[in-house]
C-alpha cells in the first residue's frame, strides 16, 4: 500500500475505514476522558449504573461537544485541503481565502452589541448567525472584487483575501479599544477559538452542511490533481478549470465560514493535517479528501480533549493546543519535505 | 490497430487573430494539419507560435477568426471532448505536489474517465506502455520533482501519449532534452503520425531537426505567415535570414539529402565577409 501507486477504490476503501475508525476511537476517548468523575469504564455495558448527573455531562456536555471537534476539525482540514489545491500554494489554510476576517467581524459585532449570553438573542446562536451572515458578505465581495473580465484569478483572490484580512484584524482591534473589559475578554475568548458548546440540532445542521459540502468538493477530486499541473496544463487535460475554481472557492469558503463561526478561529488544523495526510497517503485528492474529512475531525477530537484535561479544573482555548503542537511540528515537516513541492 | 484515415483528426486556423492586453500576437494566421503529417511552426521569439498552439488547444477562446480541431470550432468546444482528441505538450511544466511519474501519465486518462471513476487495470497498462515507449518506464515510481528536466519532458510526453491522442500540439518539447532523447522523440513523432495517423503541429527552434522530421513548414514573422510550403520550398536563405534576422548557411546532409542549417556566429560573419569579393 505504497502512496506511489495508483489509487484503487480498495485502497480508498481501506484507508477511509482505518481513519474512520480512528475518528471513532477518538470521539471514544473524548467522551470518556474528562474532569468530571465519568469514565469511559462506565459506558461499558456492565460498568455501574449512570448517576443523573453523570448522564446529563455525558449527554449534554460531552458528546455534543466531542461530535462537534469532529465535525468542525473535518471541514476546516478539508478546506485547507481544497485551497492548497486551487492556490496551488501548500501554505494556504481555510483563513487565507479573508472569509475567516468577515466571520470574526460579525462574531466580534454580536458580542459587542451583547447578543453573547445563551438567554439573549436567538437563545446563544446570535454569534454564529452574526458571524456566517459576515463569512457570506465577505464571500460576495472578494469573489466580486477577485472576477476579472469573467475569470477568477487566483493570485487577485489570495491578495484581495489577504488585505480583506488586514482590514477585518484593524477593525478588530477598533472594536477591542471602545469594548468594555468583560465584552473584550468575550471577544478575545472568541477569537482565539474554542469547539462550542451546541445543542444536537445545530451540530447536526453543521455536520450535515459540511459533509454535503465535502461530497461535493470530492466531486472535483481528480481534477484537483490536474490542477496540480498549472491550470492551463489541466484546461488541457480536459478540465473545466473555470467552474472548478469558483466552486471551490465557494464551498471551501462556506466550510470555512461555517467552522469559524461556531468555534472562532482555530488554527493550524487546515494547515497542518492536509500535509501529514499527504505524507502518509501521497497527493491523490480522491483519498485526500475523505481522509481529510475523518483525520482532521480525529485531529480536533484529541487537541479539544487535551485543553480540556491539561490545565484542569481550568480550560485552553483549542486553537492554543493545535497551534503549540502544530507549529513546531509545521516547521519539523517544512524542513523535511519543503523542497518536495514545486509551485514555479 | 485502425487506419490513418480513422485515427488522426485534422487541425486547422482560418485567419486567426489574437491581442494580448490590445497588442496583436497573431493576425490573420491560416494553417491546416491533416492527419497523418508533421507539420512545424517555425519563428522567431515573440512571432506568435506559442500563441497560436495555446488558441488550438482552447485556453484562449477569444480569438478571433476559426480554429478548428476535427472540423469543430475550439471556442464552443466542450473542454473534455477537446482532450480527449487533442494532447498538448509544453515547453516545460511545473508540478506542484509530489505525486509519482506514474500517477501523472495517468492524469492524461483524465478526459476519458467519467466522475470520480479509478482507472482501470487497462490505463495502468496503457500508462505503462506509454511510459515505456518514451524511454521513462524506469523512472515509474520516482517522485516528479526528484526528475532531471529532460526526464520530465519524457514523462510529460508520455502523458500526452496516455491521452490516446488524435492530434498532438508540441510546443518545443525537445528542448531540455540530449541529442539521443531529442531524436528519439522525434522518431516516435514520427511514428505516431504514420502508424496511427496522429495529425502533429510542432513548435521547434532546431532547423535542422525541423528539416529531418517535418513534412511541411509554417514560418511565422511577427504573427503572421512569412512563409509555407515543404521544408526544401520553406528553407531558403532568403526566407531565413529575412525572417530570423540573421546570417545563416544552408548546405544539403549529404547522407539524408535534407537541408542543413548552420547559424552564423559574429566571428563566420567576418569571416564571410573577408571570403566576399569586394
Not at chain 1, 465584552?183 to 450535515?208: C, D, E, K, N, T
Not at chain 1, 493535517?273 to 505524507?279: A, D, S
Amino acid at each position: 500500500m505504497r502512496s506511489s501507486e495508483p489509487l484503487t477504490r480498495k485502497r480508498l476503501l481501506a484507508w477511509t475505514l482505518a481513519l474512520g475508525a480512528t475518528l471513532a476511537l477518538s470521539v471514544l476517548m473524548g467522551v470518556g476522558w474528562g474532569t468530571g468523575s465519568l469514565s469511559l469504564v462506565d459506558l461499558m455495558p456492565g460498568g455501574t449504573p449512570l448517576s443523573e448527573q453523570a448522564r446529563a455531562v455525558f449527554f449534554d456536555v460531552r458528546l455534543p461537544r466531542v461530535l462537534a471537534a469532529a465535525v468542525l476539525g473535518g471541514a476546516l482540514t478539508v478546506a485547507g485541503v481544497v485551497f492548497q489545491a486551487l492556490l496551488r500554494n501548500p501554505l494556504a489554510d481555510p483563513y487565507v481565502l479573508g472569509v475567516s476576517g468577515g466571520a470574526s467581524i460579525g462574531g466580534v459585532l454580536a458580542l459587542l452589541f451583547g447578543f453573547g449570553g445563551a438567554a439573549s438573542l436567538l437563545g446563544g446562536l446570535a454569534v454564529p448567525s452574526f458571524a456566517f451572515l459576515g463569512a457570506l458578505g465577505a464571500l460576495f465581495l472578494i469573489e466580486w472584487v477577485a472576477t476579472v473580465g469573467g475569470k477568477l484569478t487566483v493570485y487577485t483572490i489570495l491578495l484581495t483575501g489577504a488585505i480583506f484580512n488586514a482590514f477585518a484584524a484593524a477593525l478588530i482591534y477598533f472594536i477591542q479599544t471602545i469594548a468594555s473589559l468583560e465584552q473584550l475578554h468575550a471577544i478575545v475568548f472568541y477569537l482565539m477559538g474554542s469547539v462550542p458548546l451546541l445543542g444536537y440540532r445545530a451540530v447536526g445542521f453543521l455536520a450535515a452542511s459540511c459533509i454535503l459540502a465535502t461530497v461535493a468538493l470530492l466531486s472535483m477530486a481528480r481534477d484537483y490533481n490536474a490542477l496540480t499541473i498549472g491550470e492551463e496544463g489541466a484546461a488541457q487535460l480536459g478540465v473545466d478549470v473555470e467552474r472548478i475554481k469558483r466552486r471551490t472557492f465557494v464551498l471551501g469558503s462556506l466550510l470555512t465560514g461555517l467552522a469559524v463561526s461556531v468555534a472562532g478561529l482555530i488554527g493550524f488544523v487546515g494547515l497542518v493535517v492536509p500535509h501529514l495526510l499527504r505524507l502518509l497517503l501521497g497527493p491523490d485528492h480522491r483519498l485526500l479528501l475523505p481522509a481529510a474529512f475523518l483525520g482532521g475531525g480525529a485531529f480536533l477530537v484529541l487537541a479539544d480533549l487535551t485543553a480540556r484535561v491539561a490545565v484542569a479544573p481550568g480550560e485552553l482555548p483549542v486553537g492554543v493546543v493545535t497551534a503549540l503542537v502544530g507549529g513546531p511540528f509545521f516547521l519539523f515537516l517544512l524542513r523535511r519535505r519543503g523542497s518536495r513541492y514545486d509551485f514555479a | 490497430m485502425t487506419s490513418p484515415e480513422t485515427r488522426g483528426v485534422s487541425l486547422e486556423t482560418e485567419a486567426v487573430g489574437f491581442r494580448y492586453a490590445g497588442e496583436p500576437a497573431l493576425e490573420e494566421v491560416s494553417l491546416r494539419v491533416e492527419p497523418g503529417e508533421v507539420v512545424g511552426l517555425l519563428g522567431p521569439n515573440g512571432s506568435g507560435k506559442s500563441t497560436l498552439i495555446r488558441i488550438l488547444s482552447g485556453v484562449l477562446p477569444r480569438y478571433e477568426g476559426s480554429a478548428r480541431v476535427d472540423g469543430g470550432e475550439v471556442r464552443t468546444a466542450r473542454r473534455k471532448d477537446l482532450a480527449a482528441k487533442l494532447a498538448v505538450v509544453p515547453q516545460e511544466t511545473s508540478f506542484g505536489f509530489p505525486f509519482t511519474v506514474l500517477q501523472i501519465v495517468l492524469m492524461g486518462r483524465h478526459p476519458h474517465l467519467a466522475g470520480l471513476a479509478f482507472e482501470t487495470p487497462q490505463d495502468v497498462d496503457l500508462a505503462r506502455a506509454a511510459l515505456d515507449r518514451c524511454g521513462a518506464a524506469h523512472l515509474e515510481n520516482r517522485t516528479i520533482q526528484d526528475l532531471s528536466s529532460g526526464e520530465r519532458q519524457r514523462v510529460v510526453f508520455a502523458r500526452a501519449l496516455a491521452q490516446e491522442p488524435r492530434a498532438l500540439l508540441l510546443d518545443e518539447p525537445a528542448s531540455f532534452l540530449d541529442i539521443r532523447h531529442q531524436t528519439e522523440l522525434y522518431d516516435l513523432v514520427r511514428e505516431l503520425a504514420v502508424t496511427d495517423g496522429t495529425a502533429v503541429l510542432t513548435v521547434l527552434h532546431d532547423l535542422n531537426l525541423a528539416a529531418e522530421y517535418c513534412d511541411r513548414i509554417y514560418l511565422l514573422r511577427e504573427g503572421r505567415v512569412a512563409a509555407a510550403g515543404r521544408t526544401d520550398e520553406v528553407f531558403t536563405y532568403a526566407n531565413l535570414t529575412t525572417v530570423f534576422e540573421t546570417e545563416v548557411y544552408v548546405d544539403t546532409n549529404d547522407l539524408t539529402g535534407q537541408l542543413l542549417v548552420v547559424p552564423l556566429s559574429g566571428r563566420a560573419r567576418r569571416v564571410l565577409a573577408e571570403k566576399k569579393p569586394s
